[in-house]
């Protein structure tokens, strides 16, 4: 985007005319000139210098919006680098590559007491978000049970592709719904990976509803967040995923969250993860290393 006042743009074109012109009127020419338009491309401000490449370590980073990316100088592999406070090169952070294991065992008490809500979209410049319209009284709204301690659910947003891969594999898109413990502040994340098949009913209108450019949007509809997990999600005997503890994936990457991602999938038609693609631009994280941490089934 071309920051520079339209005067400067012209007078600069003029002065570029008239120097080619006088340049060609020294050549004993007179042929009309056609010169083309000067462009000067101003890069917006970042906190990082993209043209030295050097990062420079923030101290200050509470309550301040500190600008990260997917790729590049504040990419992934710089994210440490930002930040002091940050957890970003922790070791148990998140996502990681699951190799299903075997056996299951039931470890986690899970049940879900989610509700009809409205909820409002958000692009946030890093993913789309649809925070949970929060009632006055939390009991009224959605929650989970986990292990005897309620974490009620905040919001839900994609990543495309998957941050958690699979034996290596990576899914077309993952859908994180963040679950918190008022009283510990720790977090408990569902993971959904979705896989290319029937149209879904939910992403029907995303080309429409999600929003291109970073802002706020209300959803004025009402629905059960339920209606993006895998069948018989509610039940013990057929709720089937894998938990590890880990971290938030994106910056400040803390080391507070109960990872449990579903080992069922959901469908959606390879229309509708291209809308999605083209929106969420790549948006995940590299998995990173277990190290003495293990994924269990249930
Ligand atoms: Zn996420």
Redo the contacts with the bound molecule.
Sequence with gaps: MNGKHPFFRLSANLLFATLIAFLFACNGKDEAIESEPIVTDIPETYDIDDFTGEVTLRTDCEGTNIHWEYEGIAGPDHWDDICETWDCDGNRQSPVNIVPPLNRTLSKLLRFFWKNTSTNIVNNGH?IQYNIDQPADPNAGSFIWLNGQKYYLLQF?F?AAS?HTVNGEHYPV?I?F?HRNPTTGQLA?VGVLVEEGDENPFFEHIGDQWPHDEGNYTNTSTYNPNVLMPAGYNNSSTAHFWWYDGSL??PPCSEIVNWMVWSSTIEASHEQLEEMEAILHENYRPVLPLGARLVKAQ
């Design positions: 993913t947003h990543h941050e993952e994180h963040v994340v994936t994106t």
